[in-house]
T-cell receptor
Framework: AQSVTQLDSHVSVSEGTPVLLRCNYSSSYSPSLFWYVQHPNKGLQLLLK??????LVKGINGFEAEFKKSETSFHLTKPSAHMSDAAEYFC????????????FGSGTRLQVQP | DGGITQSPKYLFRKEGQNVTLSCEQNLNHDAMYWYRQDPGQGLRLIYYSQIVNDFQKGDIAEGYSVSREKKESFPLTVTSAQKNPTAFYLCASKTELDAGELFFGEGSRLTVL
């Protein structure tokens, strides 16, 4: 079985300060991991993905995430928040078991204060 | 441009009525999915399809039905048997069932009056 836990349901930062959104996963197999962003009443857009290549993954809009197997974590970071980053973020784990199953975290709502 | 088109964007339904949500993709993807999203929750899988004329139940299939007559199309019907249908519905696709990331449509918001 696999699971993913987003450790914070809400995160609030000031514009220009760093962003950290935390994600832990559990899996019996080597996972693929994704971060998606969702703006209100919109679909989900892929930010970045880890698929067993480099452990530090760079994505769009200045976001990056580091896969740490020993800590079973895949935290999302950005050095400097922008007002347009305010959205909901989902961590997703995907494991090949013959039929790849995707499990979504419950989401983290990021607020950016001016 | 390639992508996934969902319609309608907003839909209102009276209790006891069936409604069908449309999902069309021109990405030439084999696998398609329907998810339900409720406030404060992650996405829950309703149905998925790997190929034409084949589909499988997800975690919350009760009260829903789908068809996959064409590769490009994967409509979802919310039946009157669905006890709490008010939600945001997302259609997604990817190149194959066992690899790759999901591409999402813009979603359909269903409200039961």
């Amino acid at each position: 079985a696999q699971s993913v836990t987003q450790l914070d349901s809400h995160v609030s930062v000031s514009e220009g300060t760093p962003v950290l959104l935390r994600c832990n996963y559990s899996s019996s197999y080597s996972p693929s991991l994704f971060w998606y962003v969702q703006h209100p009443n919109k679909g989900l857009q892929l930010l970045l993905k880890y698929t067993s290549a480099a452990t530090l993954v760079k994505g769009i809009n200045g976001f990056e995430a580091e896969f740490k197997k020993s800590e079973t974590s895949f935290h999302l970071t950005k050095p400097s928040a922008h007002m347009s980053d305010a959205a909901e973020y989902f961590c997703v784990v995907s494991i090949y078991t013959g039929r790849r199953a995707l499990t979504f975290g419950s989401g983290t709502r990021l607020q950016v204060q001016p | 441009d390639g992508g996934i088109t969902q319609s309608p964007k907003y839909l209102f339904r009276k209790e006891g009525q069936n409604v069908t949500l449309s999902c069309e993709q021109n990405l030439n993807h084999d696998a398609m999915y329907w998810y339900r999203q409720d406030p404060g929750q992650g996405l829950r899988l309703i149905y998925y399809s790997q190929i034409v004329n084949d589909f499988q139940k997800g975690d919350i299939a009760e009260g829903y039905s789908v068809s996959r007559e064409k590769k490009e199309s994967f409509p979802l019907t919310v039946t009157s048997a669905q006890k709490n249908p008010t939600a945001f519905y997302l259609c997604a696709s990817k190149t194959e069932l066992d690899a790759g990331e999901l591409f999402f449509g813009e979603g359909s918001r269903l409200t039961v009056l």
